[in-house]
């Protein structure tokens, strides 16, 4: 009877403690993102998988025919413009103001497209570690200018956004003591954490 009432006393002084357990993605810092620069198709990877990579070093390399059409006909469209300029700049003043903006026109239009042309070869953005997102179903694949291809592992700090049930918010935003993560492909492996922003999120049902 004593241990009874002693072990009752002591768990109303020492709760047990709770463990609240959820799942999350590691979301990349943007900085660090690998992103393809325009519309194209992933024709091969220059780097592996893992490997040590410097900012402004080829990943991968893409193609897109439109891309290279749209480039070589502003390029020709500004040759041929330039030339009526020439001709005409001395003897209709008029004429050679309409092409002078046109060929300003064709100017910014070429600009952008020799842009998209470089950004077929997309490059490390920082120093790190490559990661890709299944670089095995990317090859041939056709991804659109922004897509998320993967990212560059550094030493800073990762972020990891996790939905946390309804009925546990509450403890979790007032009585954390500690936050620990693991990574799904070494889940021995434990980590220290810290919350650095909670996000209230309201699920409407419409009928």
Not at 14 to 30: H, L
Not at 191 to 207: E, G, N, W
Request: glycine share 6%; net charge neutral; proline share 3%.
């Amino acid at each position: 009877m004593t241990l009874f009432i002693s072990a009752s006393v002591l768990l109303m002084v020492y709760p047990m403690p709770r463990f609240t357990v959820a799942q999350g993605i590691f979301w990349a810092p943007e900085h660090s993102q690998v992103l393809a620069g325009a519309d194209c198709f992933v024709e091969e990877f220059v780097a592996l998988q893992g490997s040590v990579i410097g900012r402004g070093e080829v990943i991968a390399i893409c193609d897109s025919e439109q891309v290279r059409t749209e480039a070589r006909v502003a390029k020709s469209r500004l040759k041929e413009l330039t030339a009526r300029h020439r001709a005409v700049v001395g003897s209709d003043q008029t004429e050679a103001n309409i092409l002078k903006d046109e060929m300003q026109r064709t100017k910014a239009e070429l600009a952008l497209a020799e842009q998209l042309l470089f950004a077929l070869k997309i490059a490390s953005p920082i120093d790190g570690v490559l990661f890709l997102e299944k670089p095995q179903d990317l090859i041939g694949r056709y991804v659109q200018r922004g897509t998320y291809l993967g990212y560059i592992k550094t030493n800073d700090a990762a972020i990891v956004r996790v939905l946390i049930p309804q009925d546990e918010v509450s403890e979790v935003r007032h009585d954390v003591i500690k936050v620990s993560v693991r990574r799904a492909e070494n889940i021995g492996h434990i980590m220290d954490a810290v919350i650095l922003r909670a996000v209230s999120y309201t699920h409407l049902t419409l009928p």
